[in-house]
């Protein structure tokens, strides 16, 4: 073995090292302690393979993934543009690999509320993805249910029924009926019918999908949380909220023990779980439970764009449960005034905040 070629072989076990730790610490939530690892492992790349390798991509894109996890939208838009081009640089543009970058700059411009720029992008991805791979190949299914999700939001729920139940045909002739990859296509469908308000339908696919991954060995605890409270969200709305507070705080236990309690979307949790203890008329342990969100959230930056609004939104029901409706008030339609700069005035995200603005009016007035 020549010297280079020993030095390169330290190198690559360095970076799957760094790559390991860094995946760890991701999945704990623990971003800033990820971050410079993930850099490392990229640097190494770069060193090893070059700027435009596929081994380069993958390093890219972990690193995107991470700053889009942590808020950091320009950072990581720029990263998954790069990882955009170093696929079709060494794949080419009609490669599953390089669909499958495409919809991971899309998920981003969705999270950024920029459904404009992100649906051609999901488009051709399926596109490509059809084309390689054929119409039923379970690759497909990623870009299926992006571009459903998107479809959802946008309030055309026909569509997105469409690609969903299309998407979990695919799961269920790959995998079977009780596989743990189909219940995530049970979750999917579940959420365009209870969206759609057809909870009758909606719920035997949470409660399959709930059971298919509390059955299953070797299952991540985060999805049987994922669909404790999907099902406790349906429940909510059929009027059921002592059991739908149960399975939120099932759901969180759960979610906490997966994740830890400093993951930011343990924040998602801890807000559901508030809600549904309101509504069982749990008033004091509602805002406990409200003011350690505030307290996980406090560190997060001034509401600049629709990804932030989540903070807003969760001041504006401690407010209401307080009964300073006045400030519930402000905020929600501070809330709504950034949603309107991202989203289109149809946008069903939009429709319902002007909503709960109309129905805090109302309560102010009565």
């Given at each position: 073995m020549t010297p280079n070629a020993a030095v390169n072989t330290e190198l690559l076990s360095l970076e799957d090292i760094l790559d390991g730790q860094a995946r760890?610490?991701?999945?704990?939530?623990?971003?800033?302690?990820?971050?410079?690892?993930?850099?490392?492992?990229?640097?190494?790349?770069?060193?090893?393979?070059?700027?435009?390798?596929?081994?380069?991509?993958?390093?890219v894109h972990d690193l995107a993934r991470l700053m889009e996890a942590a808020g950091d939208y320009a950072g990581a838009a720029a990263l998954y543009r790069r990882a955009v081009d170093i696929a079709e640089q060494s794949h080419g543009p009609h490669d599953p690999r390089t669909a499958l970058s495409l919809a991971n700059l899309a998920g981003l411009l969705r999270t950024m509320a920029d459904d404009t720029a992100a649906e051609p992008l999901l488009r051709r991805a399926l596109a490509i993805s059809e084309q390689a791979l054929g119409?039923?190949?379970?690759d497909m299914v990623v870009a299926l249910d992006s571009l459903a999700a998107l479809m959802r939001d946008r309030g055309d729920y026909t569509g997105a029924e469409s690609l969903c139940r299309r998407a979990l045909g695919i799961l269920e002739d790959a995998w079977g009926p009780d596989h743990p990859n189909t219940s995530?296509?049970?979750?999917?469908?579940?959420?365009?019918?209870?969206?759609?308000?057809?909870?009758?339908?909606?719920?035997?696919?949470?409660?399959?999908?709930?059971?298919?991954?509390?059955?299953?060995?070797?299952?991540?605890?985060?999805?049987?949380?994922?669909?404790?409270?999907?099902?406790a969200g349906l429940l909510r709305d059929r009027g059921e909220a002592r059991q739908a507070a149960s399975l939120a705080r099932r759901a969180l236990a759960i979610w906490e023990r997966a994740r830890g309690p400093e993951h930011p979307d343990t924040l998602i949790m801890v807000r559901n779980l508030a809600v549904m203890l309101r509504d069982v008329d749990q008033r004091q342990t509602a805002e406990a439970e409200r003011l350690r969100d505030l307290t996980l959230s406090e560190a997060a930056r001034e509401p600049r764009d629709v990804a932030t609004t989540a903070l807003l939104t969760a001041r504006a029901q401690v407010r209401i449960l307080q009964g300073r409706l006045d400030e519930a008030e402000m905020l929600i339609a501070r809330c709504l005034e950034v949603r309107r700069a991202c989203l289109d005035d149809g946008d069903v995200r939009v429709e319902n905040l002007s909503r709960w603005l109309d129905d805090v009016r109302a309560l102010r007035a009565g």
């Amino acid at each position: 073995m020549t010297p280079n070629a020993a030095v390169n072989t330290e190198l690559l076990s360095l970076e799957d090292i760094l790559d390991g730790q860094a995946r760890r610490l991701f999945e704990q939530g623990k971003f800033d302690a990820a971050a410079p690892l993930y850099r490392r492992a990229l640097a190494v790349a770069e060193r090893v393979n070059g700027p435009a390798h596929p081994q380069t991509g993958a390093r890219v894109h972990d690193l995107a993934r991470l700053m889009e996890a942590a808020g950091d939208y320009a950072g990581a838009a720029a990263l998954y543009r790069r990882a955009v081009d170093i696929a079709e640089q060494s794949h080419g543009p009609h490669d599953p690999r390089t669909a499958l970058s495409l919809a991971n700059l899309a998920g981003l411009l969705r999270t950024m509320a920029d459904d404009t720029a992100a649906e051609p992008l999901l488009r051709r991805a399926l596109a490509i993805s059809e084309q390689a791979l054929g119409p039923l190949h379970p690759d497909m299914v990623v870009a299926l249910d992006s571009l459903a999700a998107l479809m959802r939001d946008r309030g055309d729920y026909t569509g997105a029924e469409s690609l969903c139940r299309r998407a979990l045909g695919i799961l269920e002739d790959a995998w079977g009926p009780d596989h743990p990859n189909t219940s995530a296509g049970l979750g999917n469908l579940g959420l365009v019918l209870h969206s759609r308000g057809d909870l009758d339908a909606a719920e035997p696919l949470y409660r399959r999908a709930l059971e298919i991954v509390e059955t299953s060995a070797g299952t991540d605890e985060a999805h049987v949380s994922i669909c404790l409270n999907n099902l406790a969200g349906l429940l909510r709305d059929r009027g059921e909220a002592r059991q739908a507070a149960s399975l939120a705080r099932r759901a969180l236990a759960i979610w906490e023990r997966a994740r830890g309690p400093e993951h930011p979307d343990t924040l998602i949790m801890v807000r559901n779980l508030a809600v549904m203890l309101r509504d069982v008329d749990q008033r004091q342990t509602a805002e406990a439970e409200r003011l350690r969100d505030l307290t996980l959230s406090e560190a997060a930056r001034e509401p600049r764009d629709v990804a932030t609004t989540a903070l807003l939104t969760a001041r504006a029901q401690v407010r209401i449960l307080q009964g300073r409706l006045d400030e519930a008030e402000m905020l929600i339609a501070r809330c709504l005034e950034v949603r309107r700069a991202c989203l289109d005035d149809g946008d069903v995200r939009v429709e319902n905040l002007s909503r709960w603005l109309d129905d805090v009016r109302a309560l102010r007035a009565g």
